[in-house]
């Protein structure tokens, strides 16, 4: 037997107000995780090119942040805060469903 009934549903065009609210919610999450995971790494790469012994030393590999170089800190903690940061973000804005279209 078939179901002459079909449901489409697809992240890139949703059709009802509460998957465009999902989709906005995830498009934001997602946005904030490129940032963290692509923006902090290129800009610790791009603060050591100006070092003169191409060794890539700048304020952000110099500067200490409790006893760790604050670049290691940055990667290796900020990171892993800033994930579980972005968890709690999705969790609040799926509750709240704040974009009401």
Not at 40 to 61: C, K, V, Y
């Amino acid at each position: 037997m078939s179901d002459n009934r079909l449901l489409k549903v697809n992240f890139f065009t949703p059709s009802t107000p509460n998957m465009k609210a999902e989709v906005f919610i995830a498009a934001v999450i997602l946005g904030f995780w490129g940032v963290l995971s692509f923006g902090l790494p290129l800009l610790i790469w791009l603060a050591g090119l100006g070092d003169p012994e191409g060794l890539g030393r700048s304020f952000i590999t110099e500067a200490r942040f409790l006893g760790f170089p604050l670049h290691y800190w940055l990667i290796a903690q900020g990171c892993t805060i800033g994930y579980v940061l972005l968890c709690k973000l999705y969790c609040i804005l799926w509750d709240k469903k704040i974009p009401r279209f």
